[in-house]
Nanobody, 119 residues
Framework: QVQLVESGGGWVQPGESLKLSCSIS????????SAWYRQAPGKERDLVAA???????RHEPAVKGRFTISKDDGGDTVFLWMNDLKPEGKTMYYC?????????????WGRGVQVTVSS
């Protein structure tokens, strides 16, 4: 069974930085890609960034240039480096594991970690 555990959330002020980590365990089979999503209260869960098993990345336009997704050599830990955070209140960030061919498709979800950006 694949398990994903996020960490690194917290409260920061606008303009500050935060790094999220996702520890992945279990046999992932073909689901070697990973991604970060975020979800604000009352809104849909949106893709933030994705990374393939080989390290190719994609960042959504809203975060491009400010956020960076990366992973360790073994692919067991995925990171989301977030710079110049914008005010967004309390937002849940979720790590996922899946496949990335033309688009990213999630197979596994973590429980999420809360990030609050406010003055």
């Amino acid at each position: 069974q694949v398990q994903l555990v996020e960490s690194g959330g917290g409260w920061v002020q606008p303009g500050e930085s935060l790094k999220l980590s996702c520890s992945i365990s279990g046999n992932r089979g073909r689901d070697t890609a990973s991604a970060w999503y975020r979800q604000a209260p009352g809104k849909e869960r949106d893709l933030v960034a994705a990374i393939t098993g080989l390290g190719a990345t994609r960042h959504e336009p809203a975060v491009k240039g400010r956020f960076t997704i990366s992973k360790d050599d073994g692919g067991d830990t995925v990171f989301l480096w977030m710079n110049d955070l914008k005010p967004e209140g309390k937002t849940m960030y979720y790590c996922s594991g899946g496949q990335y061919k033309v688009i990213y498709v999630t197979t596994y979800w973590g429980r999420g970690v809360q990030v609050t950006v406010s003055s």
